[in-house]
């Protein structure tokens, strides 16, 4: 079994920063993907940003030039660095992992989601 664990998340003014961290830990034996989707209230789950096992990044249209997401391989962590934060980016923050536990086992992981609030 995999667990991801999320950290970093907050209250933070208009115009701040966060960072978000997440750990992967178990039977790991590849990482194919990890990212971040968030939800607000109302609506759906969305993907902001994921990093996949070449190292190749995408960003959702409306966290880019502002997040960046990166990577730790030895430590099987993600991050997530938020700038230039606004209200809409307001949210549930859920880590997400493409990982095989074995050449044989693929699954879909998730974090228990971390909320960022970003408000004056």
């Known amino acids: 079994q995999v667990q991801l664990v999320e ?3 907050g209250l933070v003014q ?9 750990a992967a830990s178990g039977r790991i034996f590849i ?6 989707y968030r939800q607000a209230p109302g609506k759906g789950r969305e993907l902001v940003a994921n990093i996949i096992s070449s190292g190749s990044t995408n960003y959702a249209d409306s966290v880019k030039g502002r997040f960046t997401i990166s990577r730790d391989n030895a430590k099987n962590t993600v991050y997530l660095q938020m700038n230039s934060l606004k209200p ?5 923050y ?3 992992g493409d990982i095989r536990s074995s050449f044989y086992v693929r699954n879909d992981y998730w ?3 971390t909320q960022v609030t970003v408000s004056s």
Do not use: K
């Open 7 to 9: 950290s970093g998340g």
């Open 14 to 22: 208009p115009g701040g920063s966060l960072r978000l961290s997440c």
């Open 31 to 36: 990482i194919n993907a990890m990212g971040w």
């Open 88 to 92: 809409e980016d307001t949210a549930v």
């Open 94 to 96: 859920y880590c997400n």
């Open 111 to 113: 974090g228990q989601g």
